[in-house]
């Protein structure tokens, strides 16, 4: 017979790590209109549902969604007439 404290548990991952498991998931999406459908997704996903997911959970989802959207943004630059339009940033 086992008693609970002899149990082992598996760690509870920790705020970082939730945050760089999605962001894993997160580098396939390759245009900030995908990343957006996967947020709408998320997020209606989690207000269907009655989720016992804790608040640094959330947070961690949110912000890995965060980074990925700036990140794209970063990889999405301006060229050409539209880097006109913002001031001509090219190196003259």
């Known amino acids: ?37 996967s947020y709408r997704r998320e997020s209606l996903g989690r207000l269907a549902s009655s989720s016992d997911r ?15 959207w700036l990140e794209l943004a970063e990889e999405e630059a301006p060229e050409g007439p539209m880097l006109e339009l913002m001031g001509g940033m090219d190196d003259e």
């Open 54 to 68: 804790a608040d640094y959970e959330t947070a961690a989802l949110d912000l890995a969604y965060a980074l990925r």
């Open 1 to 37: 017979m086992m008693y609970a404290a002899e149990l082992e548990f598996p760690a509870q991952p920790t705020p970082a790590e939730i945050v760089a498991g999605v962001r894993a998931e997160l580098n396939q999406i390759r245009d900030r209109a995908a990343l957006l459908d």
